[in-house]
């Protein structure tokens, strides 16, 4: 009776923990149907929040690179589409991302707004941060800078720091098992490309390949951290042949 006992208990914890990490609040058309698409509403919510901290996360090894601005546009779409004005939010969380991009000041006051909107929800929590991992690792590494970035947003958002260090050294892994394609001919096979089409050719069947494959912060929702990896891993396989192609070209 007493093992039994134990058993519902250890059963019933686990219970829990899966609930709390388990209830999550979709982002989707239906839920911001009756949103009001001013710059004001979209700073103070949560997804306005997350833009600020991807532009803090972007900018901060000094630059936002091609493939950092091309990943961010395409997150600009799959944020505004669930707002009932896709145009008129698009544009503001544009100007959400330039306003923060290159303040270094509030990163901890921004990161700390996020948390206390979305502390109940540990799916969101992880999301989030899965994303901002991500976008460190796109380019193949991690700065110091984006470090300190990365772990400022962390501690302020109260993220677990053993579930902050697992995201970050799975990328790390991840990014250490890309292998570049061994020559020319592989790269442009991997675009769907011709040697002798032009750059502008290319560059538009670059572009559309990554908008395919890249990590999309609202299709991730409720999906495993794998989806992002692997999401993430094409992307840099792609941008990896592109770079190849543009050294031959030029």
Not at 53 to 77: C, I, N, P, Q, Y
Not at 223 to 242: D, G, H, L, R, V
């Amino acid at each position: 009776m007493g093992n039994l006992i134990l058993l519902l208990v250890i059963g019933g914890f686990f219970y829990w923990i899966f609930k709390s990490y388990s209830k999550y609040t979709a982002y989707s058309q239906e839920a911001f149907k009756n949103f009001s698409i001013t710059k004001e509403a979209l700073t103070k919510s949560d997804l306005g929040l997350f833009v600020a901290l991807v532009a803090k996360v972007a900018k901060a090894d000094g630059r936002v690179d091609a493939l950092e601005a091309e990943l961010v546009s395409h997150m600009f779409d799959d944020i505004s589409n669930v707002f009932p004005d896709p145009s008129k939010t698009k544009s503001i969380l544009k100007e959400i991302f330039n306003d923060e991009k290159d303040q270094t000041h509030n990163t901890s006051e921004i990161a700390q707004r996020l948390g206390q909107a979305i502390k109940r929800d540990k799916s969101k929590q992880q999301q989030f941060m899965g994303f901002l991992i991500q976008l460190a690792f796109v380019d193949g590494e991690v700065s110091d800078s984006e470090d300190l970035v990365l772990q400022t947003i962390a501690s302020a958002l109260e993220f677990n720091p053993d579930a902050y260090h697992a995201i970050y050294d799975q990328f790390e892994k991840m990014m250490q098992n890309i292998q570049p394609k061994a020559n020319i001919s592989d790269a442009y096979k991997l675009l769907g490309v011709n040697e002798s089409d032009d750059m502008a050719t290319i560059k538009k069947a670059y572009r559309k390949l990554v908008r395919e494959y890249h990590p999309d912060i609202i299709k991730s929702q409720g999906k495993s951290e794998k989806y992002m990896q692997e999401a993430t891993a094409k992307t840099q396989e792609i941008n990896q042949a592109y770079e190849m192609i543009k050294k031959a070209k030029s």
